[in-house]
């Protein structure tokens, strides 16, 4: 069996301003994305979790070795529908994707499950086993503004991050007008870079910025945290008591 190949992952937060700074530095030794038209576009990303929670227990606790389950789309479309398995260890990342239709998402959110134990793609199969066994449910959308910088040496990926955004309960999100809440401070983004073996030395030198340490950042509790606390406050419901817990 081929052994995964997990990538650094390092991310910053940084300020517009040095985003801007850091875009200009780095643009003379790094390419646009292709993909990107006009340099950026939006991700969309919904995150499941179990019955237990455990991908945001164990990110808030610290866990080395942890996973998480989401399904992505880019700009709103459902040209290309993603589901996504990211391993972590550490700073290292392994992600796993697999293709779904928008009838196939739909069945997913109605609790249809069969479909995916049928599958070719092998991750649609471990799916079915996380929906049907550990309980896998929709827990939040989470939206971004994505700039992305590529070096083919190193398969080097800088990404900027900003205008970081939750939403939670209405998860049809082919809908541009979904109700979301904004994360961040305006004034902040979340720069990641990435890259397989090496970073070149030339773009090392670039980062961090002002001797920056990269933190531990996570949308998925970022916005986690926002939209259940802005939702609990409102309805007057205890975290325990709406995830399930006694």
Request: proline fraction near 4%; hydrophobic fraction near 35%.
């Amino acid at each position: 069996m081929r052994q995964p190949v997990y990538r650094n992952e390092w991310k910053y937060y940084i300020s517009l301003w040095e985003g801007e700074l850091l875009k200009r530095r780095l643009l003379p030794f790094m390419e646009r994305d292709a993909h990107a038209e006009g340099g950026q576009y939006t991700i969309r990303s919904l995150y499941f979790d179990d019955y237990w929670d455990s991908a945001y227990e164990e990110k808030i606790m610290g866990v080395v070795d942890r996973q998480k389950w989401r399904i992505r789309i880019y700009n709103y479309s459902d040209s290309s529908i993603k589901l996504e398995r990211k391993k972590k260890w550490g700073s290292y990342i392994h992600k796993d994707s697999a293709s779904l239709t928008k009838e196939e998402y739909r069945k997913i959110l109605e609790g249809d499950y069969e479909f995916l134990l049928s599958s070719e793609q092998p991750l649609c199969r471990e799916f079915y086993y996380e929906c049907t066994v550990k309980l896998q449910r929709p827990k939040v959308v989470v939206d971004y503004e994505r700039e992305p910088l590529i070096r083919p040496e190193g398969d080097v990926r800088i990404t900027f991050d900003r205008d970081v955004r939750a939403g939670a309960f209405d998860y049809d999100i082919f809908d541009p007008f979904l109700p979301v809440t904004s994360v961040l401070d305006e004034n902040m983004m979340v720069l990641e870079v990435k890259f397989t073996e090496m970073i070149p030395e030339l773009i090392k030198e670039l980062l961090p910025l002002d001797g920056q340490e990269f933190s531990a950042i996570s949308k998925y509790t970022l916005c986690y945290d926002r939209a259940f606390h802005r939702t609990d406050m409102l309805a007057g419901i205890s975290k325990t008591n709406r995830r399930g817990k006694r």
